[in-house]
């Protein structure tokens, strides 16, 4: 599936929050999100609207990754 154009980063952080995620600080314009687990989990998102396409594909290979599921069912969140 092709990663969608223009996804800020409060649409990915809800699709996050919706996969269990949780908002654990912000440092700038950078916000932290954990997810409890199991696995436990980290991810960084920069404040940015709209985030890059690397940016976005590095972040959501790491979470479908980290969670067991493949991109296509994080990508359907957004």
């Known amino acids: 599936m092709k ?3 223009g996804v ?3 649409r990915l952080i809800r699709a996050l929050t919706t996969l269990g995620y949780v ?3 912000q440092q700038g314009s950078h916000i932290r999100l954990r997810h409890p687990g199991p ?3 980290s991810v ?3 404040n940015h609207d709209p985030l890059k ?3 976005l594909h590095s ?3 790491g979470v479908a990754n980290a969670m067991q599921v493949k991109v296509d ?3 359907s969140l957004l």
């Open 53 to 55: 396409t690397g940016t």
């Open 73 to 75: 069912s994080i990508l």
């Open 8 to 10: 800020s980063a409060n």
């Open 23 to 25: 908002t654990i600080r």
């Open 39 to 41: 696995p436990a989990h």
């Open 3 to 5: 990663l969608p154009r």
């Open 44 to 46: 960084t998102v920069p």
């Open 59 to 61: 972040i959501i290979a």
